[in-house]
């Protein structure tokens, strides 16, 4: 073969990988269309059958020299190509998407400006019981300097049988003692009928793990501007959690923090399975701050304080935790709550890991 024919089959060759391109470009183009449609009505991007039927015709068609494999796989790369298109023009979609909006989300509790860089901390007890019990704790979160008072009003409980919660006179108790010393209340609200009321009592507004998917709810918190602390459901993916956000956003409150509280695994070791990889995840997929609750995600106090230097070691911009009075006589979760003391040294260990001006 002489040279002047080498070229002219390179320049060939050169001409169908240009044709090649334009093709898999225009395909690129209907395929976006589609994932438009998918999302509209709501359904899922990958469908397998299709898939199938799709490579049965083209290996049906296939006269060499390839082998009908290598077409498949050619094909599948394809394909597996055009599904994450999909898929990365669903996250550029997404308002909580970072794609949308690069900078970082501050939100302004009171002072208190979670996503700024700086570590902050919601602390209190799991239930509001007392005025003096939730007084106490919060004298000890105000000598250091923290802002976050949490405490559960309204308490859904796995067994209907176990203490519910105090309802509105909890919200009353919290409101009282934060005003005493100047905290914000942090408390979860169940039912989209007591938002209204709750908005009297309450700073930011707590959706916990098994509501995480309550599509209500999740409206009603979005309607009102308050800041909204949202809780990874118990088996939800970081895909679900983060439109359960866009949920909220979509109508109107983008102040929004995310909270990894761990999730259902078969380990039994712990109350749950902390997913700590989901914080850098969730930082890099949207622009809100993300904090970590070490109490449910462990369940045990002898490892708050490790999974707590985890978690800002990884990027969180802050940590959740549960801190009562006298824990074994608490009224909900005694195992895995803090005393004062114990929440000192917590505190005190921490210096080093957190980043506070």
């Not at 009353?172 to 010393?181: N, R, S």
């Not at 959706?207 to 998917?213: K, S, Y």
């Not at 990889?277 to 969730?282: D, N």
């Amino acid at each position: 073969m002489s040279h002047n024919e080498m070229d002219e089959l390179r320049r060939q060759l050169d001409n169908v990988n240009t044709e090649l391109l334009d093709l898999i470009t225009s395909r690129a183009k209907i395929v976006q269309q589609i994932g438009k449609i998918k999302h509209k009505q709501s359904i899922k991007r990958f469908d397998p059958v299709r898939e199938r039927k799709m490579l049965d015709e083209l290996t049906g068609k296939n006269n060499g020299p390839f082998e009908n494999s290598t077409i498949e796989h050619i094909f599948k790369e394809i394909f597996k190509a055009s599904l994450e298109l999909q898929e990365d023009d669903h996250r550029k979609a997404l308002l909580v998407s970072r794609k949308k909006k690069p900078e970082d989300t501050i939100i302004d509790i009171k002072g208190e400006k979670v996503g700024d860089g700086n570590t902050h901390y919601v602390v209190g007890p799991c239930s509001v019981e007392s005025y003096e019990q939730v007084a106490e704790v919060a004298k000890s979160v105000k000598s250091k300097g923290l802002k976050l008072l949490r405490g559960g009003a309204f308490k859904p409980r796995t067994s209907p049988y176990d203490f519910q919660g105090l309802g509105v006179e909890g919200l009353q108790i919290l409101k009282k003692v934060a005003d005493e010393y100047d905290l914000a209340v942090v408390s979860e609200i169940v039912n989209p009928a007591h938002m209204e009321e709750a908005m009297d009592y309450i700073d930011v507004i707590q959706i916990g793990a098994r509501n995480m998917q309550n599509f209500e709810l999740l409206k009603a918190a979005g309607d009102v501007k308050k800041p909204v602390l949202l809780k990874r459901g118990l088996s939800a993916t970081i895909s679900e959690f983060i439109n359960a956000a866009e949920y909220i956003i979509s109508r109107g409150n983008g102040n929004i923090i995310l909270c990894e509280r761990g999730i259902r695994t078969y380990e039994k070791a712990t109350r749950n399975t902390l997913d700590i990889s989901a914080v850098p995840i969730l930082k890099q997929e949207t622009h809100l701050p993300v904090m970590v609750d070490v109490t449910h995600s462990t369940g045990r106090r002898d490892l708050l304080l490790p999974a707590a230097k985890a978690a800002l070691a990884i990027g969180a911009d802050g940590i959740m935790a549960e801190v009562h009075p006298d824990p074994a006589v608490a009224l909900s979760d005694a195992a895995q709550q803090m005393d004062i003391p114990m929440f000192d040294t917590f505190m005190k260990e921490l210096e080093a890991f957190s980043t506070r001006k």
